[in-house]
């Protein structure tokens, strides 16, 4: 046993090392200078909505008042059944960058909101390419910024984690405590891709920024056709081409409006946490037994073991130290950061809902459409 909880003491210790060096590594992208002139680049922004007539006007004005670019909007209405194409419509005469398109009818073997990108990217004619969601606002230089920072990081693929707000009042804190796993693992996987590692790869929905030829290069999206995390997949293509990526964090320069509560959070992500796992069963079983006994071991360690046992604790409660670290980069409250350890059990909820709930239907309900299981793995693209 004493040998086991020293084990488990290291793994904790070394999860806590990498999580730490992700969080001290990762960086906003620096401020603006009001007196560099506008960037000659023109860039397409492609927005995929569907019944979004609630957020799309803030939205796509927000986009419509970015300083320092050339700019093309290029809104692609997949089969809303709201009000969607009549707002659409009504902006398209006050905004002369915005390009309504409207798609009827979705061809076999793609997913909606896959094809609807595609179809904006056609008729898009910036050198670069900005795919976003109808539920994201971005600050006024962003564009001119992330175009600057790219070019200095010579890179042809730069993505943004964005900020998403808490729930005031009492719940504001779970909700933050709940997200932190989940922002720390998509943060140790953005320190790999900026030190170039052959085999990680990141796309971020909110905002994935990508040069026209290099999109043109790796297919644009019709090697994503059938795959649900079509976002991370994008950065996945870049890498398997030879590319490269940058990822910094958004905090206020990209603010989402997503899931409002932990409920909320769960719903969310029951689309795409199964499919983030490429629809394996074994390896969420086996990641589950895994984890699981790394968190009751060193959660229990102190009383299986005296000596090992607090060792086993301090290595799992040393995660909560990069926590803190994390919750400051995200601007959360740090006692959300203290308690990450404690939150893992979170992660693994969001995972089996999504996993149970997928193999309950035999697929993935998404924009009111079904797409069956065994059409999604075909369609799955490989990992660098």
């Not at 806590?16 to 007196?35: E, I, Q, T």
């Not at 004619?125 to 200095?152: K, M, N, V, Y």
């Not at 073991?305 to 740090?334: E, I, N, Q, T, W």
């Amino acid at each position: 046993m004493s040998a086991l909880l020293l084990a488990v003491a290291a793994l904790w210790l070394a999860a806590a090392g990498v999580s730490l060096r992700a969080a001290l590594s990762l960086r906003r992208l620096p401020p603006g200078d009001a007196a560099a002139p506008p960037l000659d680049a023109r860039v397409s922004v492609v927005l995929a909505a569907r019944d979004e007539a609630a957020r799309l006007e803030t939205t796509v004005r927000q986009l419509a008042a970015q300083r320092g670019v050339r700019l093309e909007i290029v809104a692609v209405d997949d089969r809303s059944r709201d009000e969607t194409p009549a707002l659409l419509e009504r902006l398209r005469s006050e905004i002369r960058e915005l390009m309504p398109v409207r798609v009827d009818a979705l061809p076999p073997g793609w997913v909606g909101k896959c094809h609807a990108q595609h179809v904006g990217s056609r008729l898009a004619t910036g050198e670069w390419l900005l795919f976003s969601d109808g539920d994201i606002w971005l600050a006024p230089d962003l564009l001119a910024r992330a175009l600057r920072q790219a070019a200095a990081d010579g890179v042809d693929h730069l993505a943004l984690t964005p900020h998403l707000r808490p729930p005031r009042g009492p719940m504001g804190l779970p909700y933050q405590a709940c997200l932190l796993p989940l922002a720390v693992a998509m943060s140790v996987m953005a320190d790999l891709v900026n030190r170039d590692h052959p085999r990680a790869f990141v796309g971020i929905g909110a905002f994935n920024l990508i040069r026209r030829a290099r999109y043109d290069a790796i297919g644009g999206h019709q090697p994503l056709r059938m795959d649900v995390v079509d976002d991370m997949k994008l950065g996945a293509l870049v890498r398997r081409s030879g590319g490269r990526t940058r990822v910094y964090v958004g905090d206020d320069d990209v603010q989402c409006d997503w899931a409002a509560d932990v409920r909320g959070i769960v719903r969310a992500l029951e689309k795409n946490s199964f499919a983030s796992a490429e629809f394996r069963l074994g390896f969420v079983v086996a990641a589950t037994l895994l984890l699981g006994a790394l968190y009751l071991l060193g959660l229990l360690g102190p009383w299986l073991d005296g000596g090992a046992g607090l060792l086993a604790f301090a290595g799992f409660a040393s995660l909560g130290l990069a926590g803190v670290f994390h919750a400051r980069l995200h601007r959360y409250a740090l006692a959300a950061g203290v308690l990450l350890p404690l939150m893992l059990p979170f992660a693994l909820l969001v995972l089996w809902n999504s996993t149970l709930v997928t193999l309950r239907q035999g697929g993935i309900r998404w924009r009111d459409t079904f797409y069956p299981l065994a059409e999604l793995r075909r369609g799955l693209v490989p990992r660098p």
